[in-house]
C-alpha cells in the first residue's frame, strides 16, 4: 500500500518540560510510543492516544533514555497498557533497578515542576523484565521503516530514532530545539538547535559526538525530547551553524 493510501501519522504531546512522541500509520492502526513524559501525565498520553488511534494500545514503547522526564507516567501507561518496553542495553541498569543516573541538581524549576519533578530524579526506575534491550540490528521493534542510533553522552544508552525515507529524526536529549537552560521551563518556545540539558549530562565529548553523528544524518524534520519540532530550511540551517561550532562543554563549568 503506497503512502497516500496509508499516511504515517506522527504526533507530539508536551508533559509540563519534555515531550512524547506517537508514531502510527493511520487512526485505529497499530502505533507506538516514543518517551513517557514527565510524572501525572499518563491520563492525559491515553487520552492523545486514544484520540489518535482509536483507543488501541501501542504495540511497544521506546525509550531515548531514562531520565526522570522520560520515563514519569510510564508506571501509569503499563498500568494501562501490557506492552514490552524497549531502550539501548547500556541504559537498562538505570530501567531495572541496578544503577542511578549521576546526581544532579535541577534549576529553574516553576511552581507547576516543583510539585511534579520527584524527590530524586536521578533515581533509576526499576521495570523488572518489561523492559527489553533494542535489537542490535538497529530495528525498531513494531516500526520497520525506522531504524535506532547510538548517541551517548546525554546517558550512556541513549538513542535517537531516524527515519531514511523523508529524513525525520526524532533525538531525544541529544540535541534539543529550546536552550538547554530552559529545557525544564514551562514557556520555552524557540526554533533553535542547541545541546542536552546539562542536568545528568555525564559523558560531554561523547555528546559532542553524537551531535555530530545526528548533523551528518541531514534531518528533514526534528523531534526533540524538550522544545517544539523544527523542519526545513530553519532546522537545516541551524544544525549546520550548531555542529560546525561544536558543544559547549559543561557550559557553566568553566
Ligand atoms: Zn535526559
Ligand atoms: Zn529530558
Not at 504531546?13 to 508514531?23: C, D, E, G, K, Y
Not at 487520552?47 to 488511534?53: C, I, N, Q, R, V
Not at 510510564?74 to 518496553?85: M, Q, S, T
Given at each position: ?51 489518535l ?16 522526564d ?19 542495553k547500556?541504559?537498562l ?41 533494542l535489537?542490535?540490528d ?9 531504524r ?52 545528568f549530562t555525564d ?32 532546522l ?11 558543544l ?7
Amino acid at each position: 500500500m503506497n503512502r497516500e493510501a496509508m499516511p504515517i501519522h506522527i504526533d507530539y504531546m508536551r508533559t509540563a518540560a519534555s515531550n512524547v512522541i506517537l508514531i502510527g500509520e493511520s487512526a485505529g492502526a497499530d502505533w507506538i510510543l516514543i518517551d513517557a513524559g514527565m510524572p501525572g501525565f499518563a491520563a492525559a498520553i491515553a487520552g492523545k492516544a486514544a484520540e489518535l488511534f482509536a483507543g488501541r494500545a501501542p504495540l511497544a514503547i521506546v525509550l531515548t533514555h531514562g531520565h526522570f522526564d522520560h520515563v514519569g507516567s510510564l508506571p501509569g501507561l503499563l498500568r494501562r497498557w501490557d506492552v514490552p518496553v524497549y531502550a539501548h542495553k547500556h541504559e537498562l541498569p538505570f530501567l531495572t533497578g541496578k544503577a542511578d543516573y549521576p546526581a544532579s541538581v535541577l534549576v529553574g524549576g516553576s511552581g507547576l515542576l516543583s510539585r511534579i519533578v520527584p524527590r530524586h530524579p536521578h533515581k533509576g526506575i526499576d521495570l523488572g523484565e518489561q523492559v527489553l534491550a533494542l535489537p542490535p540490528d538497529g530495528s525498531v521493534p513494531g516500526l520497520p521503516e525506522w531504524r535506532w542510533i547510538a548517541t551517548p553522552g546525554h546517558s550512556k544508552g541513549h538513542v535517537s530514532l531516524f527515519r531514511e525515507d523523508d529524513r525525520t529524526l526524532i533525538a531525544g536529549d541529544a540535541i534539543l530545539s529550546v536552550k538547554p537552560e530552559a529545557a525544564f521551563t514551562v514557556l520555552a518556545r524557540e526554533e533553535e538547535v542547541h545541546g542536552p540539558p546539562e542536568p545528568f549530562t555525564d559523558d560531554w565529548n561523547r555528546a559532542g559526538e553524537s551531535v555530530q553523528k545526528l548533523a551528518r544524518l541531514k534531518p528533514e524534520a526534528l523531534f526533540c525530547g524538550h522544545g517544539l519540532p523544527m523542519a526545513g530550511v530553519a532546522l537545516r540551517d541551524s544544525l549546520e551553524r550548531f555542529a560546525a561550532n561544536g558543544l559547549p562543554c559543561g557550559s557553566s563549568s568553566d
